[in-house]
């Protein structure tokens, strides 16, 4: 009985998308009154002129709600700090969840009644077909492109003029650390960084992915090492430490896992590690793995450069801080430090071609 459960659920899904009423599907292009329509990686999309229920698939889409001061009807669970990240839970108060985000829970979706489903090609192209039959889905090509994430949210939801406020301030933020940094380093700047996760088995070294678009924003360099990498590399053998050489690096860490805390200890205590540029010249920060990869979104981004600041030592000019969450009524939340977890595998130096594991 057990082994024919998900076939039953796959089945009732199926049939409760197809008893859903002919209103839930999206509309042809020419029957828009009081319709628009919106392009993304799903194709153009009409939706409502200005939906209020809507439903976030992914943890980016689900910050960048927040951020334009929506409250979504369902949200899908955090990757830690289950069920949603603590810098988003004031806000989020009360939603409902429905599912993970590799796997959200269709029956669930369909019962909120959503006018809006907010999706990504990266993770929901297979149930594409069942989420425009619950309701008009739109779409990002990636989990990690917070700004693209930020657009669509902004222009499906009609807050095009809150999500421009939000990217100026980000470009403002931007601006004065980099004028900070290459002041406070001079010749020393740029430099190169490297973003390191510590698991129980092994060491991810990340190139691309949400970190990785910033810091390269910020003019940070890559290591030689992990160019043309995909995402970046796997090690599990100490003597690939050297892979990990940099001018600075940031490391990532969950603290209330004793396995992974022993296999930092046991990395960091080795020779090799002793030799690298950033550990000879105390530049190995432990930062927040939920601002820094997990997260997605621009508050995420924003908690994530307050990191960068606070290790330099920089001070934000006047008007150059971080913008909070915010709900509907306005009110906000405070920003909390966490850790991440994500699945991977034991290769000694493995190679990725996609995101799916820097994005967990």
Same mark, same amino acid.
């Given at each position: 009985?057990?082994?024919?459960?998900?076939?039953?659920?796959?089945?009732?899904?199926?049939?409760?998308?197809?008893?859903?009423?002919?209103?839930?599907?999206?509309?042809?292009?020419?029957?828009?009154?009081?319709?628009?329509?919106?392009?993304?990686?799903?194709?153009?999309?009409?939706?409502?002129?200005?939906?209020?229920?809507?439903?976030?698939?992914?943890?980016?889409?689900?910050?960048?709600?927040?951020?334009?001061?929506?409250?979504?009807?369902?949200?899908?669970?955090?990757?830690?700090?289950?069920?949603?990240?603590?810098?988003?839970?004031?806000?989020?108060?009360?939603?409902?969840?429905?599912?993970?985000?590799?796997?959200?829970?269709?029956?669930?979706?369909?019962?909120?009644?959503?006018? %809006?489903?907010?999706?990504?090609?990266? /993770?929901?192209? +297979?149930? =594409?077909? @069942? !989420?425009?039959?619950?309701?008009?889905?739109? $779409?990002?090509?990636?989990?990690?492109?917070?700004?693209?994430?930020?657009? %669509?949210?902004?222009?499906?939801?009609? /807050?095009?003029? +809150?999500? =421009?406020? @939000? !990217?100026?301030?980000?470009?403002?933020?931007? $601006?004065?650390?980099?004028?900070?940094?290459?002041?406070?380093?001079?010749?020393?700047?740029?430099?190169?960084?490297?973003?390191?996760?510590?698991?129980?088995?092994?060491?991810?070294?990340?190139?691309?992915?949400? $970190?990785?678009?910033?810091?390269?924003?910020?003019?940070?360099?890559?290591?030689?090492?992990?160019?043309?990498?995909?995402?970046?590399?796997?090690?599990?053998?100490?003597?690939?430490?050297?892979?990990?050489?940099?001018?600075?690096?940031?490391?990532?860490?969950?603290?209330?896992?004793?396995?992974?805390?022993?296999?930092?200890?046991?990395?960091?205590?080795?020779?090799?590690?002793?030799?690298?540029?950033?550990?000879?010249?105390?530049?190995?920060?432990?930062?927040?793995?939920?601002?820094?990869?997990?997260?997605?979104?621009?508050?995420?981004?924003?908690?994530?450069?307050?990191?960068?600041?606070?290790?330099?030592?920089?001070?934000?000019?006047?008007?150059?801080?971080?913008?909070?969450?915010?709900?509907?009524?306005?009110?906000?939340?405070?920003?909390?430090?966490?850790?991440?977890?994500?699945?991977?595998?034991?290769?000694?130096?493995?190679?990725?071609?996609?995101?799916?594991?820097?994005?967990?």
């Amino acid at each position: 009985m057990k082994t024919r459960a998900p076939t039953r659920r796959r089945w009732l899904t199926v049939l409760l998308v197809s008893l859903m009423p002919l209103g839930s599907i999206p509309l042809a292009a020419n029957d828009t009154d009081g319709m628009r329509i919106v392009p993304s990686e799903f194709g153009d999309t009409v939706i409502p002129a200005t939906p209020q229920r809507i439903v976030t698939l992914y943890q980016g889409a689900t910050d960048s709600a927040v951020a334009l001061g929506i409250t979504p009807v369902g949200v899908v669970d955090s990757w830690l700090e289950k069920p949603m990240y603590r810098y988003l839970r004031d806000a989020l108060a009360g939603v409902e969840h429905v599912g993970l985000e590799t796997q959200p829970n269709l029956e669930k979706v369909a019962w909120l009644d959503p006018d %809006l489903i907010v999706a990504t090609r990266f /993770r929901h192209e +297979r149930v =594409r077909p @069942l !989420l425009e039959k619950i309701a008009p889905t739109v $779409a990002t090509g990636t989990v990690f492109d917070f700004k693209a994430t930020l657009a %669509l949210m902004a222009e499906a939801t009609g /807050r095009e003029s +809150r999500a =421009r406020e @939000l !990217l100026q301030d980000w470009n403002d933020r931007m $601006a004065d650390f980099r004028h900070g940094i290459a002041d406070q380093l001079g010749d020393g700047w740029p430099q190169k960084a490297a973003v390191v996760r510590f698991k129980s088995d092994h060491v991810r070294i990340y190139s691309t992915g949400f $970190a990785g678009s910033i810091l390269n924003e910020l003019g940070f360099e890559q290591p030689d090492s992990v160019h043309d990498q995909g995402w970046g590399m796997k090690l599990t053998s100490e003597e690939n430490i050297p892979v990990m050489n940099a001018d600075v690096i940031f490391v990532l860490l969950e603290p209330d896992d004793p396995a992974i805390a022993q296999n930092y200890r046991h990395w960091t205590s080795h020779p090799l590690w002793q030799r690298l540029d950033a550990v000879q010249n105390e530049r190995v920060f432990e930062v927040d793995a939920v601002n820094w990869i997990m997260g997605g979104g621009i508050l995420a981004a924003n908690a994530m450069l307050d990191d960068l600041y606070a290790h330099y030592g920089l001070a934000p000019h006047r008007g150059h801080t971080a913008p909070m969450p915010e709900t509907q009524a306005g009110t906000t939340s405070s920003h909390a430090t966490s850790a991440a977890s994500c699945a991977g595998d034991t290769a000694a130096v493995s190679h990725a071609r996609d995101e799916g594991p820097a994005a967990c």
